[in-house]
């Protein structure tokens, strides 16, 4: 309408959103209170909303709900969001939209003149003086960013171990932490234990800590049949144990869980989250015990029984159960349990009544195995911890997959993590604890415009009249979903202040299942690619380029179009369009699709320019394309 007034980006920064539109039979419900989401994309907002599709049309065309994410960050207003024709994505009887926005309020309310002028900085803020964009749309960490770190400890009762500690101190403090405090501490060198830590568990409870000097060939575990590990968490009350026994044929798990008498509770295996869909066991008020496979933030199915209830009693308001089964399990939705297996996350939960319901507490532990009358291997498990009291989790991942570690960018560590997603949660507040919080705020709309064409199902003498365009994803920074520009040595020219960073995969690796229950049937030789476009920040971007790297052809090269700053909407200075690449019928002009196979090899190569540092930054694909 003409009544509308463009808000410049400097004043809302679109950090990046998420769109959904559901058709018909498609239902939107609201689960709230959900870490597991809040550690995620919702970037800190405790309510997580969760469609669900009934998939009840035939037609292999049709969805019941679609997502929207391509050119979705600072780019979103100029670029090119359209498909060829004879191509859409294609939903049934559309109802709903819904969008979860990233915003980032960057409006200096102090200031009514023309143009960008900086309002108030954290000091880590990365932007120049003078620059045309504000600091805060890369989400520095602030002196409000509580970081706490810990080095974890894991366990080896097989082979040697992965990650050896090396020091007599370090050992003893670590086989305090993951098994019962050690009876006694010794430094030793002998052939018979594994080199470096261990925990030496005795039948009677007691437990050894002893560093090997020495060099051995001895293995962890050799000669133990009988595995035990625990975990406790105040935050929910809940005990698990876990006691492995190889000596009777089949293998005899012993699961003993101890929580609330009054309220249900439950423990799910090899989860770190509802969203891995885990075997988990329920434990109600009433004493009942059941085992369901939990779905992505509700309570799943109910499995057939497999565990034995040995003892349930209550104790001062405890409930203790005390549960056999066999290793293997049931089904392929029973956990099956594996001795060698020393490391289990596992999620645990409790209610606020009888009944299994939405949880009160929850939290995530890992469960560390160790051997009994065996030498168990204590070994460093790496770093670990939180920003603002959620996880920091990076999973930079080595050569050829990703550059970030071989680089050693620090977006990979929390010690030296200065800016990007991790800092910027829902409702945080990107200043200082020493700069006032400004009460006045802006109110705006976000505008999308749709356009539709009616589909036309195929018919056996002709074609649909339109392809779904499935979606396809991978980042060139190889997962961990952001990564920082290092800043150059200062004086030197923009040409030469380039930082680049590249990827390999394969196709078969950006096969994006979100809302496509067919994404699985694969049974032709690969895809076509019609829309390709990544994803950059302003104000360093420089290129993308995506490559078929078994035969070097050029997929898509992308130069971003920066603002001139000539006052007209959407041209802002610096801020960026990002024209996307597409394929389709040369008689439209376009370069027709190439086959890409399932095991095709496919290179990345970002490039950004890094005279001065920039957090948060972001090299990702999103495409869509077709089965072939």
């Known amino acids: 309408p003409e009544g509308d007034v463009s808000v410049p980006i400097y004043w809302a920064y679109n950090h990046h959103y998420e769109v959904y539109m559901l058709g018909k039979n498609a239902k939107l419900e609201q689960v709230e209170g959900s870490i597991e989401s809040a550690m ?23 969805r019941d709900a679609q997502f929207f994410s391509e050119g979705n960050g600072g780019e979103y207003r100029k670029s090119f969001h359209g498909y060829p024709a004879g191509f859409a994505q294609l939903i049934y009887s559309p109802e709903i939209f819904r969008i979860q926005p990233m915003q ?35 989400c520095p960490c602030t002196t409000r960013s509580v970081k706490n770190w810990s080095t974890v400890y894991t ?25 019962p405090a050690p009876s006694t501490s010794k430094i030793v060198s002998s052939p018979a234990l594994p080199s470096g830590c261990v925990l030496f568990k005795h039948a009677n409870g007691t437990v050894d800590a002893i560093f090997n000097s020495g060099a051995s060939p001895a293995i962890c575990g050799s000669g133990g049949s009988v595995f035990s590990g625990r975990v406790s ?67 799943g199915s109910q499995l057939k029984t497999q565990v034995v209830v040995k003892s349930n009693t209550v104790s001062q308001g405890v409930r203790t159960v005390i549960l056999t089964r066999a290793f293997r399990g049931l089904t392929v939705d029973h956990y099956t349990f594996d001795p060698s297996v020393t490391s289990i996350p596992m999620i645990n939960a409790a209610g606020s009544g009888p009944a299994l ?21 204590v070994c460093d498990g790496g770093t670990k911890g939180t920003i603002n009291g959620l996880a920091f989790s990076k999973n930079c991942a080595p050569e050829p997959t990703g550059d970030l570690l071989e680089q050693k960018n620090p977006t990979c560590w929390i010690q030296t993590y200065q800016g990007g997603l991790s800092c910027c949660h829902h409702g945080d507040l990107l200043l200082d604890k020493d700069q006032p919080r400004d009460n006045r705020t802006d109110s705006y709309h976000m505008k999308f415009r749709f356009w539709f064409q009616e589909y036309t199902p195929a018919t056996q003498s002709a074609p649909p009249s339109h392809r779904n365009l499935r979606r396809f994803y991978f980042t060139t920074e190889a997962f961990a979903g952001e990564y920082d520009v290092v800043k150059n040595k200062e004086g030197l020219p923009p040409s030469e202040c380039v930082q680049e960073i590249s990827s390999h995969w394969q196709v078969k690796d950006m096969v994006d299942c979100t809302y496509q229950p067919d994404c699985n049937n694969r049974t032709g030789p690969g895809i076509n690619l019609i829309y390709v476009s990544g994803h950059c920040h302003a104000p360093s971007c420089l290129s993308l380029e ?16 920066f603002g001139t700053g ?39 190569i970002k490039r950004n320019n890094n005279t001065y540092a920039h957090y948060g930054e972001m090299a990702s694909w999103q495409m869509r394309g077709i089965y072939v």
């Open 40 to 62: 995620g994309m919702n970037h800190g907002a405790a309510n997580y909303w969760k469609i669900s599709t009934s998939n009840t049309d035939p037609d292999p065309e049709t």
């Open 104 to 138: 980032i309020d960057t409006h200096n309310r102090d200031y009514n003149g023309t143009g960008f002028k900086a309002w108030l900085l954290p000091k880590e803020s990365a932007a120049p003086p003078n620059a045309s964009y504000s600091g805060l749309l890369e």
């Open 155 to 179: 366990t080896a009762t097989a082979g040697t171990s992965p990650t050896p500690l090396t020091n007599a101190t370090e050992c003893f403090e670590a086989v305090a932490k993951v098994g």
């Open 233 to 299: 968490s105040s935050v929910t009350a809940i005990t698990i144990d876990l006691a492995l026994d190889t000596t009777v044929p089949g293998g005899v798990a012993t699961i003993t869980l101890t929580g609330p008498s009054a309220f249900w509770f439950g423990a799910g295996f090899n989860a770190n989250a509802m969203a891995d869909l885990p075997y988990t066991i329920i434990v109600d008020g009433l004493g009942n015990v059941t085992e369901r496979k939990l779905g992505d933030h509700d309570p």
């Open 357 to 377: 319901a939405f949880h009160k507490t929850r939290t995530t532990a890992t469960l560390g195995m160790t051997a009994l009358d065996a030498a168990t291997c």
């Open 546 to 561: 995506l490559y078929n790297a078994d035969t070097g052809e050029l997929i898509c090269r992308q130069e971003p179009v």
């Open 566 to 604: 000539s006052g007209q909407p959407f041209d802002e200075q610096g801020y960026l369009a990002l024209p996307p690449c597409l394929y389709g019928p040369a008689a439209d002009g376009l370069i027709p699709p190439i086959l890409l196979t399932w095991e095709t090899n496919m290179m990345s």
